[in-house]
């Protein structure tokens, strides 16, 4: 693929939250493309994560916290797919032959925001050179673990804290049509 069309290709976003000061480790997901939800609640692929082929994948983190949260960083993220079918590669990913993908690195948090109607501070960082979907329809089970250092003060004494987090997701995902890709000259299914 030349350079023109590598650049020609769609961004489709995977952006993912957590609460700083949240008691479990799940994080919040969703993935867009120009704006629009590609979560699908009905049908074949209800409740997984459905991508186009030869398109960008970019990703996003927000953390959110009480008016305490001063910063947070992304220590590590990695993303690991399970390929649903011996008839699919290891990853979507063009030019990964692996199951584990290294995300990153991440840019700065820029500043720390407060959203009044959420009552949550919150910064925004994102991956600053994004994955590339390849051209194979399959499924994979997609699981993101993301480690972050999350600084915050105390209201009494405006000591600060950093502590390190760790948060995950795993839905079922698929490229295309989501179908096996039909078995190549040397494979062959049994009857």
């Known amino acids: ?14 952006s993912v939250s957590f609460d ?22 009905y049908g074949p692929f209800a409740g997984s994560l459905r991508l186009p082929k030869n398109c960008h994948l ?13 910063d947070f960083a992304v220590e590590s993220a990695v993303l690991v797919t399970v ?23 991440f840019a700065p948090v820029k500043a720390i925001l407060f959203d009044p109607h959420l009552n949550r501070a919150y910064g925004i960082t994102a991956i ?20 972050v250092s999350i600084r915050t003060r105390t209201i009494d004494s405006d000591a600060i ?11 079922e995902s698929y490229v ?3 179908t096996r890709p039909e078995p190549g000259p040397r494979e062959s299914r049994p009857r």
């Open 1 to 14: 693929m030349s350079t023109e069309e590598k650049l020609a290709l769609p961004t489709v976003w995977l």
């Open 20 to 41: 700083a000061d949240q008691a479990g480790a799940q994080l919040v997901w969703l993935v867009s493309e120009n704006r629009e939800n590609l979560y699908e609640p």
């Open 58 to 70: 970019s990703v996003e983190v927000r953390g959110y916290g009480s008016e305490t949260l001063l």
């Open 83 to 105: 390929p649903t079918s011996l008839q699919c590669l290891p990853s979507p990913f063009a030019g990964q032959d692996v199951a584990v993908t290294q995300l990153g690195p």
């Open 128 to 147: 600053t050179d994004p994955l590339d979907i390849g051209n194979e329809d399959g499924g994979w089970n997609l699981s993101m673990v993301l480690t």
């Open 161 to 171: 804290t950093v502590s390190r987090r760790v948060f995950r997701f795993d839905p």
């Open 176 to 178: 295309g049509n989501g």
